[in-house]
């Protein structure tokens, strides 16, 4: 079986690729998540991945299958969604997620409307989502540029950002970095799911972020042993899936989050701070 | 009483000149996709108004009709849908239009073929393959068969010309293609498309197609079911992949990088492309279709 698996990661191209692509995904995910876990913002990741939608269907109707037209369109969706729910959190009475649900589900309505003036075409749906399978080369530089910057600006932005989540009174206190880490980070939030998206579908990239954090965050309270963990798990869980849908035949996507899943249940279960047993 | 009765009759005495003018419009017909309409408009000439439910360049498999949709059943006097589990939702839709007795099963007479590949997940609501029009002498069947529907629902048209002229053009096509086949060297004649469309056409035809999805667009591909095919192109050297007009272009460009195999053009199988495009009509995608394959295949 593992000599199986090895000779079919030299044999066929896609698989290489598919784990370079899911590498760039856990290392990226893995901060962004573990931080989206510790500001209780789980659902935003879900949320703000249906809003890019519209950007990305205008941009394949303006352009076609082109990924820069796809991300731009997905990267501005994305970002008007996020300040717009922030804008209305500070301006109105109503709290950051209300708004956030609110503008997403439009952006996600606008979506399937934009897609749906082009004729009948619902396949359109399917052009969206890319294929973990099916990377190609500008993808994947796609994928590793954004891990890359998202790594980069995360050193830069960890001491607030940390600060600002454990103690944002203290941060106010002492400094006005705390708006701008904030905005910087739901950036890279969006340019994550934005690459992940039509690299790799929702489901996966949102899977991605969130299973490994709420995993680490089972097994220690350190931020940092968090990042790294969330990351190794992340990487793991995507070997193993995509053995599963080599050895099985399993949609690719939905074996490697599954597979995360079963760590995250085990976890559930023993986890050292915070798990049933440890609890008991 | 007497009085009142012949009030009451008045509209039906008006109606008979106001029907005789109405013969002269042209008859509705509502078609669940594309290639349907188009042999509609080939039998039917000018005496009747033909509509696509699923435009060209859609993809009917997916395809969820909307309030407008019923509304234009109820207006047909005549519903084409292909039948062989392709559009089920076509009759569920004429049904609810109330336009059960105004729907014709194109694919009625054709000898069906099972799908490929059943046991795999897909979308179809039988295990019988409805793609019978990537056949011309299936095609045969379905003019015949809509020849007859069309005779029925306007007696007093003539679709006798239409329909003759169309089978002669369609057996120039079917001979036409079984030429450019021949000419192709025995080893070569295989090739491989995202949806598994042409079953009906591989076994008229003599051309093998190899699918990496199975029979549907419907389900998402594994990293075996791509291994397979990859392994498949290889061992069996086959020369040419192509893209379907409606699937994920980025998987076949993958496999194609992967194995060397030549990628082909655009080959239509459920759908026709729009107006200006390459395959505007049925014989024009079947035209298109054999080109790009000969091209492709040939050494």
């Keep these: 079986m593992s000599l199986d698996l090895l000779s079919a990661f030299a044999e066929f191209g896609f698989m290489r690729r598919a784990l370079a692509g899911c590498l760039a995904l856990s290392l990226a995910g893995a901060p962004i998540g573990?931080?989206?876990?510790?500001?209780?913002?789980?659902?935003?990741?879900?949320a703000l991945a249906h809003a890019i939608l519209p950007g990305a269907a205008l941009g394949y109707l303006a352009a076609g299958l082109s990924l820069g037209a796809m991300t731009l369109g997905g990267l501005i969706a994305g970002f008007v969604v996020a300040l717009l729910a922030g804008l209305v959190a500070r301006a109105t009475s109503l709290r950051e997620d209300a708004s956030l649900a609110a503008f997403y589900l439009l952006s996600l309505a606008l979506g399937v409307v934009i897609i749906s003036t082009r004729g009948s075409n619902v396949d359109l749906l399917r052009v969206l989502f890319g294929s973990v399978l099916a990377l190609d080369d500008p993808t994947l530089t796609l994928l590793a540029g954004v891990a890359s910057l998202t790594l980069l600006v995360f050193a830069l932005i960890y001491r607030p950002l940390a600060l600002e989540t454990a103690d944002p009174g203290f941060l106010a206190s002492v400094s006005r970095s705390g708006g701008p880490a904030h905005l910087v980070f739901m950036a890279l939030l969006v340019l994550n799911l934005v690459a992940g998206f039509h690299a790799l579908g929702t489901l996966l990239s949102v899977g991605l972020m969130i299973l490994p954090?709420?995993?680490?965050?089972?097994?220690?309270?350190s931020v940092g042993a968090m990042m790294a963990l969330a990351a190794a798990l992340g990487f793991a869980?995507?070997?193993?899936?995509?053995?599963?849908?080599?050895?099985?035949?399993?949609?690719?996507?939905?074996?490697?989050?599954?597979?995360a899943g079963v760590v995250y249940a085990l976890s559930l279960a023993f986890g050292r701070a915070g798990g049933l047993a440890a609890r008991a | 009483m007497l009085n009142r009765r012949a009030l009451l009759a008045a509209p039906l005495?008006?109606?008979?000149?106001?029907?005789?003018?109405?013969?002269?419009?042209?008859?509705?017909?509502l078609a669940s996709f594309s290639i349907l309409a188009d042999i509609v408009k080939k039998v039917g000439g000018e005496r009747v108004a033909v509509e696509a439910l699923v435009g060209p360049g859609a993809d009917a498999?997916?395809?969820q009709p909307s309030p407008a949709d019923a509304g234009k059943a109820a207006a047909a006097r005549l519903v084409v849908v292909n039948g062989l589990g392709f559009d089920p939702w076509m009759e569920r839709l004429a049904a609810a239009a109330g336009a059960k007795d105004r729907i014709v099963v194109a694919a009625r007479d054709v000898p069906a073929l099972k799908a490929a590949d059943a046991h795999d997940g897909h979308a179809h609501a039988s295990d019988l393959d409805p793609h019978a029009w990537q056949s011309a002498p299936n095609m045969r069947r379905y003019v015949g068969t809509i020849r007859a529907a069309l005779e029925q629902a306007d007696p007093q048209g003539d679709y006798a010309a239409g329909a003759t002229t169309f089978l002669a053009e369609l057996d120039a096509l079917d001979a036409d293609i079984r030429v450019a086949v021949a000419a192709l060297p025995p080893n070569r004649r295989k090739v491989v498309t995202t949806h598994d469309a042409f079953g009906y056409f591989a076994?008229?035809?003599?051309?093998?197609?190899?699918?990496?999805?199975?029979?549907?667009?419907?389900?998402?591909?594994?990293?075996?079911?791509?291994?397979?095919?990859i392994r498949q192109i290889r061992e069996?050297?086959?020369p040419a992949v192509f893209l379907e007009n409606v699937v994920d272009p980025r998987l076949m460009q993958r496999i194609a990088a992967e194995t060397g195999a030549r990628i082909g053009g655009?080959?239509?199988?459920?759908?026709?492309?729009?107006?200006?495009?390459?395959?505007?009509?049925?014989?024009?995608?079947?035209?298109?279709?054999?080109?790009?394959?000969?091209?492709a295949l040939a050494p």
């Design chain 2, 61 to 63: 498999h997916a395809f």
């Design chain 2, 13 to 29: 005495l008006l109606a008979v000149p106001a029907r005789a003018s109405q013969s002269a419009a042209p008859m509705r017909v």
């Design chain 2, 266 to 295: 655009k080959l239509y199988s459920d759908s026709l492309s729009p107006p200006d495009g390459p395959a505007p009509t049925y014989l024009a995608m079947m035209r298109h279709n054999i080109r790009e394959l000969t091209t």
């Design chain 2, 236 to 238: 069996e050297k086959i």
């Design chain 1, 237 to 259: 869980s995507s070997l193993a899936g995509l053995a599963l849908s080599y050895a099985q035949g399993w949609p690719t996507g939905p074996a490697i989050i599954l597979c």
């Design chain 1, 213 to 221: 954090a709420a995993t680490a965050r089972l097994w220690t309270r």
């Design chain 1, 34 to 46: 573990t931080f989206l876990l510790l500001r209780r913002m789980s659902l935003v990741g879900d």
């Design chain 2, 203 to 229: 076994a008229e035809y003599g051309l093998a197609f190899l699918a990496p999805k199975g029979v549907s667009n419907e389900a998402e591909p594994s990293a075996r079911d791509l291994a397979r095919i």
